[in-house]
Structures are given as C-alpha cells and as structure tokens.
C-alpha cells in the first residue's frame, strides 16, 4: 500500500517552544492531507484539513495560531506547535489521500510529543 | 453525543473464541463504513470496509444496517496477533470520524 512517512517520530519539548512535525507521502501526490491528536484511550480527533496550496480547514475547538499548518507541495504538509504547553503532549498522526484514487486515506505512523 | 459510540472492552478472549464488537453512529447521512486495527503508539490500520450486504474477509465479518445506523464486526477463531483496539470509523464528507476503539486482548 501507499506510504505516508512522519517526522520526528517522538519528541521531547520545552513549554514555551515550538515544534514542526513533517507529513510525507512517499509514492503518491496527496493534495489533500489530514492532521489527528489522540490523547491516552480517546479516539483520533481531526484537528485539521490541509490543501496543498491553500489554508487549512480547522475543526472547531482546534486554535489555528497554535497550530499552523502548511502545505506547500503535493507530497509534504508540516504542523507546527506553537508555545507549546504539557497539555499538548499527544499522539500527532497525519494522514493523506492520494490525488488520482480521491478515496482512501493512508495514515502516517505518528508523532509522539511530550511537552515538559 | 459522540457521533461514532463504540464499548471501550476490554474484551478479554481465549484464543480460539468469537467475538463480536458493535458500534452505532449517529448521522444518518454518512456515507462509508470501515473496521481499523490500532495496535499499541501505532497508527490505525485499515482492516475492512463495511456494507450493508455484509461482507467478509477471513476470520473476520463486518455487517452494516443503516435503519439502524449500527455497525459491527465479528472475529472468528481468535488468534494472538488479533490483539489490538478496533475502531469504528464513519466517512461524512470527506472527514473520518472515529470511534473511541475497543479493546481486544486474546489470552492463550
């Protein structure tokens, strides 16, 4: 199957810093990539909606400062934690949908950062 | 509400034994069904898509009933490597929206 890779795959911050965590399709062009928090037995919450080449789609509740989403090119979106705080500490998991099938969505192995 | 509702288990099962997850969603206007497998700090995988004429793959049948807007998976002969959190997920739009997941663990 198509191949969405995450980096860094953990991280360890500082309250007060930022945090940039890239999403990579490998083998497909994804104009459209996803971005989840999963918290300690919740479930995946869509935080966001990133189209290549234009502003993100935030879900309610999600701050779009704090978040800032990027999605420059067709194989690569980017989110970046902002002054981060303890309770960010999350399961960051990104996911995209390649651009010819427009169907399935291939989720990226996450991103575990804990904030101090 | 949550508009996907899963029991969170955990489901505890010797190997060899059939267990059966459900899952109710509540807008009735989603459009697709699937079944994903979350192994521990992993990423959801897909397992199964789910239709209403049921399908089956292996050990494993999911079922669909819209009136109902109920949805549930059967494991057959339990193994293991089944052990995992199993996620009900609704596609509206272009979103997903999953469930909390409910949790296997297969015992020799």
């Known amino acids: 199957g198509a191949v969405v890779s995450q980096h860094p795959s953990r991280v360890i911050c500082k309250s007060g810093t930022s945090v940039k965590i890239e999403c990579r399709s490998l083998?497909?062009?994804?104009?459209?990539m996803f971005w989840y928090r999963q918290f300690p037995k919740k479930s995946l919450m869509l935080m966001a909606t990133?189209?290549?080449?234009?502003?993100?789609?935030?879900e309610q509740g999600v701050e779009k400062d704090k978040f800032l989403i990027n999605h420059a090119s067709l194989t690569l979106s980017t989110l970046t934690v902002t002054s981060a705080h303890p309770e960010d500490s999350s399961f960051y998991i990104c996911?995209?949908?390649?651009?010819?099938?427009?169907?399935?969505?291939?989720f990226g192995p996450g991103t575990r950062l804990t904030v101090t | 509400r949550k508009e996907v509702e899963q029991d969170p288990g955990p489901f505890n099962v010797p190997e060899g034994a059939t267990v059966a997850f459900n899952c109710t969603y509540s807008?009735?206007?989603?459009?697709?069904f699937f079944w994903y497998r979350q192994d521990c700090r992993k990423e959801p995988k897909l397992l199964m898509s789910?239709?209403?004429s049921g399908n089956e793959d292996g050990r494993f049948t999911a079922q669909l009933n819209r009136a109902s807007q109920y949805i549930s998976l059967l494991i057959r002969d339990s193994k293991l490597s089944d052990s995992a959190t199993y996620l009900c997920?609704?596609?509206?739009?272009?979103?997903?929206?999953f469930g909390t997941g409910t949790r296997l663990q297969v015992f020799p």
């Open positions: 996911s995209a949908r390649d651009r010819i099938s427009a169907y399935e969505q291939y």
């Open positions: 083998d497909f062009q994804a104009t459209t």
């Open positions: 990133s189209n290549e080449g234009s502003k993100a789609t935030y």
């Open positions: 807008n009735s206007a989603s459009q697709s």
């Open positions: 789910v239709y209403s």
């Open positions: 997920v609704v596609r509206n739009t272009d979103k997903l929206i």
